[in-house]
């Protein structure tokens, strides 16, 4: 019990040193409780209680003009990827003779131009603004989606994905984390780090990147409604296969999405302000920024490299996600999908039954989100997490099982999912004081994470081995282990920095989750041609802020 509760006890989300009064008598909390203090008596909240109107009313235009464009983008985006696996059961692997390993080549011709298109992407984020690169990038991802529905060979389709996934490149990062410049005599600073984590604070990240993410995973079972409908209903039609018809759909989805980019993605927090947002409330975005500690920005140097390389969070977090990342590979509604044809289920039923996953994926994400902000604690349900995904593994490492328990087993693995924006949102919060490593450390988690999922796939759970993979599912249980027993060694380093952060506060000093800005915050804000000047009002809404 001492075990879990020295593990439970440093799992406090925010959880940031308050402000020293008196250092002298002041103590740090305790490192052995085993739950984390309720951040509030309501289960739900969406904005802190005690948050001021003009803060609500704040939060509310970033909800509906940020989180409601990343929701959509993603939406689009996860359709035009996952629709490769629906199309493979639904009539493409007959019709162009895939009975080998072509869809593994086509998932990992995908990944390859996934992560080759890293470094260019970030490079046209830098040169043109994310305003018009990001739909831009949009419109031509969707467009050589279409042109899967042309393909007449595997070969055709390898080119095509790998073009699919160097475009997409643009869309995880520029969403997640979107570096912005702005023109300075000799240099240029960056001074927007990720979309969501650049205009929410610390304890806002959590629940939003969880429906973030979450709006992915619903386009997973969307693309399997899709084309259990299209299969039966207008296969055919025109003289188009039905798994043709998923990418002409898709491709009519996503143009939308162009367009409402354009008008909605805001221009950078400290360059203008959007038309969406005035020019009061975009000081407020930033000293609410300013309140979470954010150091001011600097440049990508050589020194860059030493801190990054000379921390702990590049190491462990790469590591942890890339664990669950290994874990992700199976079960999954592909591999589900693989066993419902073995079994010879329908068309319609391999494509809707899987969908489940995707539904457990979603529940658990938001309800894990709304606690973790409740409880102020990760930690309780990452241990869920991990003992959901031995489970699942187990069984199917057994797999003379009854049909009831294959199901369950592959149900409960959608909980993996779940660990993608815990792990985003705890790099938030121990790399919040130096905004340029947190940009290397986020993009690493997701360069790194998909690389080695890329060489698993293909290793461990290649097609001609479905549907019991054999291989792949002991791979996946010893992964499950290695995922749970990495949990200590991210919260043992996790609150060590909490404590070396507490130790090094001084008197009078404001740190992270404070009630007022510091005053290195608000020369920050003055050096970035940031008015101090407050007036009466602007100086209770700066109190009014909940920390």
Known sequence: MGFFAKILGGSRQDKAPERVEEPATTQAPADDALIAPKTSDKFYFWTRPGTSKEETKLVQKLDLAILTFCCLTFFAKDLDRNNINNAYISGMKEDLGLYGNELNWMVTWFQIGYIVGQIPSQILLTKISPRWYLPAAEFLWAFFVLFIYKCQTAEQIYAVRFCVGFIEAASWPGLHFMDSFIAKPARRLVIDLMQIGTWYRNHEINKRSGIFTAAGIAATMFSGYIQAGIYETIDGHLGIRGWRWLFIIDFLITCPMVVIGLI?????????????????????????????????????????????????????????????????????????????????YSVPDANNLPTVYSAVSIIFMLVSGTYNDWRGSQVESVILICMTQIVSESLLVAWNISKPAHFFAYYIAGTIQSLFPIIVSWTHRVCSSDAEERAIVIGALNSIGLAQGTWWNQVFVPTVEAPRFYRGYRAGLAASLALTAWLPVVTWFTRRQERQERDQAIPGQVVAGSEHDTEEGKASLEKRGVSSNLTEQDKANEVGLVM
């Open 264 to 344: 909605i993605i805001p221009n950078p927090l400290y360059e203008k302000t959007t038309w969406w947002m005035t020019e009061k409330e975009r000081q407020m975005c930033m000293k609410r920024l300013e309140a979470d500690n954010r150091q001011p920005l600097g440049r990508f140097d050589r020194t860059l490299f030493k801190r990054v390389l000379g921390r702990w969070h590049f190491w462990i977090l790469c590591t942890w996600f890339s664990l669950m990342y290994f874990v992700y590979q199976a079960p999954t509604t592909s591999t589900m999908a693989l066993w419902l044809k073995a079994e010879k």
